[in-house]
């Protein structure tokens, strides 16, 4: 299994170490998403200053996601708090799919109803660097994803 994904963005690098200990299922799902070039050219369309920055929609709507079948919830105790990695999902808790966020500072009300997956460990610089908006004018994207 793999122990870190890389988001290329048009800045950088953003480093990211997974989490299977936490949420096994979504870590597989990612790495394999990831893997299979999912990612590539996908935007970040959700970009809320001092909350987070949501991608991972091939549409760049918000209301995409993968061909594969929804996840079952893994909620954990791990704090939503700067560069922790989580799922995105509707509603309902087992809808996670492709989508994610990436917090920029601590978002507590977040912990036990989103599943984290992963912390940024290094590149943040480089999340915190994307242009903002819902969706952003010209939004950031990743143009390529790995795995390692």
Known sequence: MADTLTFTLETGDVVIQLRPDLAPGHVERITELASEGFYDGVVFHRVIDGFMAQGGDPTGSGMGGSSKP??????????????????ARSSNPNSANSQFFICFDDARFLDGQYTVWGQVTSGMEHVDALPKGEPPRSPGKIIKATVS
Do not use: K, T
């Open 70 to 87: 929804d996840l079952p919830a893994e909620f954990n105790r791990e704090p939503h708090v700067r560069g922790v990695c989580s799922m």
